[in-house]
């Protein structure tokens, strides 16, 4: 099966510019993340979408982020406007089915996008 | 918030050595997966802990989760030059909103 395609590979941009990234899960996949990867840390979720629907925003900075997944299938997160602290990886991940009580289904990630705002 | 928290940070081992890295939450968790990322590569999947107390193996791989589902553990035995790149644990929280939360990862590089 085709991975999870994210485009560009790579992005920079100086501050308070504008930035899109955008991501095309598994076929199938109903859930979508969209994960800021700062360099020497984990992963850290900004969105979690079910279908088109958001699940989990609550550590997506609203004042400048936005993110949309409106057929359900693929999505774009946006930033405007850039600071220098969102330099960072942009990882998108896909899984088969929502999180569960108990097993999930495992998260598969894109290659990113990564994004150095100067 | 709820954390999950990863030691060592780094680990720099001969080749042949062995290799763990502990993972902790400040919460139970439902369950816990564990991922590698090569270096300037993305996150893959390698294991998925559910039951109390669970122990998996995956060749050179040994994976175990904590009793009280807040602890969790990887082993390699007999470290190769393949096995380098960060671990990272990821575990699925008890909540109404569950979402997966990543440890802050281990670093394993191999001396040949």
């Known amino acids: 099966e085709a991975g999870v395609a994210q485009s560009p590979r790579y992005k920079i941009i100086e501050k308070r510019q504008s930035v899109a990234f955008w991501c095309n899960p598994i076929s199938g996949h109903a859930t979508l993340y969209w994960y800021q990867q700062i360099l020497g840390q984990g992963p850290k979720l900004l969105i979690q979408?079910?279908?088109?629907?958001?699940?989990?925003d609550s550590q997506l900075p609203k004042d400048r982020f936005s993110a949309e997944r409106l057929k359900g299938v693929d999505s774009t997160l946006k930033i405007q406007p850039a600071k220098l602290e969102d330099s960072a990886v942009y990882l998108c991940?896909?899984?088969?089915?929502?999180?569960?009580?108990?097993?999930?289904?495992?998260?598969?990630f894109g290659n990113g996008t990564r994004l150095t705002v100067t | 918030g709820q954390q999950v928290m990863q030691i060592p940070q780094y680990q720099h081992v001969q080749e042949g050595e062995d290799f763990t890295t502990y993972c902790n939450s400040s919460t139970t968790l439902s369950n816990i997966q564990w991922y590698k990322q090569r270096p300037g590569g993305h996150p893959v999947f390698l294991i998925q802990l559910v039951k109390s107390g669970e122990v998996k193996k995956q060749k050179r791989l040994t994976f175990q989760f904590g009793e009280a589902k807040k602890n969790s553990s990887l082993h390699i035995t007999a470290t190769q030059t393949t096995d380098v790149g960060t671990y990272f644990c990821a575990g699925l929280t008890y909540s109404s909103a569950s979402k997966i939360i990543f440890g802050s990862g281990t670093r394993l590089s191999i001396r040949p």
């Open positions: 979408f079910q279908n088109n629907g958001v699940v989990d």
């Open positions: 991940a896909s899984s088969l089915e929502g999180l569960l009580s108990s097993y999930n289904s495992p998260l598969h």
